[in-house]
């Protein structure tokens, strides 16, 4: 009786999740945006949707950042998670962070996407991914079968001395702006 090759069988994927503090349960971190916790988070100055030039070291001089990358704008999702943001702001703002996004689009896309919906927080351009590489957020991605490089939904809180306090990785839209804003007051 002939025996036909099976191909090997392929390992299970498993994300790695960083140890949080008790009681911290939002947003598991795998490999890449996650190891930069608790490390000097890398510096960019990216043009926001005026064209004008924003740095992070000129953000954290304000105070502690939220920085989100989503993947496009006027897109449902990415739509969801900055006006969850935009309905948060006061209460992010009382607990001393400020918000900033970042995705691929222009900045006449992002003009475009904060007029549309009413944000009054900037929206930095990313044309190149070279940020969103630094910050291990430009992953392979699948959607129905097809494989392409894009956007991992991620966030950051990055305190006034630059160092990354907090990452999410893998961000599902509804009631993360809740988790940002938990992981902000539980330090104050």
Do not use: W
Request: charged share 25%; glycine share 10%; net charge positive.
């Amino acid at each position: 009786m002939a025996r036909t090759a099976q191909p090997p069988a392929k390992p299970k994927a498993t994300s790695a999740k960083t140890s949080r503090p008790a009681g911290n349960k939002a947003g598991a971190a795998d490999a890449g945006a996650s190891d930069l916790e608790g490390k000097k988070a890398p510096d960019f100055t990216l043009p926001d949707q005026d064209g004008k030039s924003v740095s992070l070291r000129d953000l954290t001089r304000r105070g502690e950042v939220v920085l989100y990358f989503y993947p496009k704008d006027m897109t449902s999702g990415c739509t969801t998670e900055a006006c969850s943001f935009r309905d948060k702001l006061e209460l992010l703002q009382a607990a001393g962070a400020q918000i900033v996004g970042v995705s691929a689009d222009s900045p006449a896309s992002h003009k475009k996407f904060i007029e549309k919906n009413g944000l009054t927080f900037p929206l930095l351009s990313d044309s190149g991914n070279q940020v969103t590489k630094a910050y291990g957020v430009y992953k392979r991605k699948s959607l129905y079968g097809r494989e392409f490089m894009g956007i991992e939904r991620s966030t950051f809180i990055i305190g006034r001395n630059g160092t990354v306090q907090r990452v999410f990785t893998k961000v599902k839209v509804n009631g993360h702006a809740e988790q940002v804003l938990a992981a902000l007051t539980e330090r104050s």
